[in-house]
């Protein structure tokens, strides 16, 4: 897996956070690996999934199946 530094990513405010200030940002810059931090601790910690799990995770919120 990929081991640059997240402060070189581009991150994006996920498009399910909404306008409100409960914001997560994502970036797709990493092949095979999704990385998800709070919009508000940028320089905090960040979670990191593989792009498979995220990948059905969003199918399972498109399918209404999460909320």
């Not at 990513?9 to 498009?15: D, N, V």
């Not at 990385?35 to 905090?44: I, N």
């Amino acid at each position: 897996m990929h081991t640059a530094s997240t402060t070189e990513l581009t991150w994006r405010k996920s498009s399910y956070s909404g306008n409100g200030t409960d914001c997560v940002e994502v970036s797709d810059d990493l092949p095979g690996a999704v990385p998800v931090r709070d919009s508000k601790r940028t320089s905090g910690p960040n979670l990191m999934f593989p792009a498979t799990s995220w990948t059905a995770f969003i199918g399972e919120i498109h399918a209404e199946r999460i909320s």
